[in-house]
């Protein structure tokens, strides 16, 4: 399986895409190169409430503290943006991604306004999911 690229590259390569048909095939490809969502992960308790397609999100600390993301989705689009999410995230300690903030990140890549509401607003369900569960295990 292909890595995902780190938070650099994934702006070099959404910068190379000539067009949002180029932009929405790779956020599909950054999904399809996930890692695979053990079946037992797929549980009522890491689903993320508010958003239209079914996400399930696990995060773990690794040993040295820095949080491990998983997930999945039932939709290919909302894979993707589970992928670029954990791209923004990785490497990062509970502390640090409380304190990161994604949405410069999504305005260099002009994501939010080339998403239809119901995706930017599952979006943000995960990224308020994700930053509420870090703040309960920093």
């Known amino acids: ?7 650099e590259k994934l702006l070099r390569n959404f910068g ?13 490809e950054l999904g399809q190169r996930l890692p695979p969502l053990a ?10 409430q508010g958003c239209q397609s079914q996400v399930w999100i696990v995060m773990e600390p690794d040993g040295e503290g820095m949080i491990q993301l998983q997930g999945d989705s039932d939709a290919a689009i909302v894979k993707g943006l589970i992928a670029v999410v954990f791209i923004l995230y990785h490497q990062m300690s509970p502390q640090d991604i409380v304190a990161f903030d994604v949405r410069p990140w999504f305005e260099q890549m002009a994501l939010t306004q080339h ?24």
Do not use: F
Request: glycine share 2%; hydrophobic share 40%.
């Open 1 to 7: 399986m292909a890595e995902l690229p780190d938070k």
């Open 16 to 28: 190379r895409c000539a067009n949002w048909e180029e932009k929405y095939l790779y956020i599909i």
């Open 39 to 48: 079946e037992e992960a797929h549980r009522p308790e890491n689903i993320i």
């Open 115 to 138: 998403l239809t509401p119901s995706r930017s607003q599952g979006l943000e369900a995960m990224i308020r999911a994700i930053r509420s569960k870090a703040a309960i295990l920093s």
